[in-house]
């Protein structure tokens, strides 16, 4: 429950795109945002959905290169 959530491209940009964060750099401050916005959700473990935006955005990439 206190740990951030990664944030890498594929999550900024799906996170971005729900509007969990409107930092434009995978940094802290969007991490701290995305955790926050995230524990509204699951208070015990705000990071559970860190492979559901990761995977997304990888979808979206590899749907753009196939």
């Given at each position: 429950?206190?740990?951030?959530?990664p944030?890498?491209?594929?999550?900024?940009?799906q996170?971005?795109?729900?509007?969990?964060?409107?930092?434009?750099?995978?940094?802290?401050?969007?991490?701290?945002?995305?955790?926050?916005?995230?524990?509204?959700?699951?208070?015990?473990?705000?990071?559970?959905?860190?492979?559901?935006?990761?995977?997304?955005?990888?979808?979206?990439?590899?749907g753009?290169?196939?």
């Amino acid at each position: 429950s206190r740990l951030l959530i990664p944030v890498d491209t594929h999550v900024l940009k799906q996170s971005r795109r729900l509007r969990l964060t409107t930092e434009k750099q995978p940094n802290a401050k969007a991490a701290l945002a995305i955790t926050t916005k995230l524990r509204r959700l699951h208070p015990e473990d705000p990071i559970r959905y860190d492979f559901a935006l990761v995977r997304a955005g990888i979808e979206e990439l590899r749907g753009k290169l196939t």
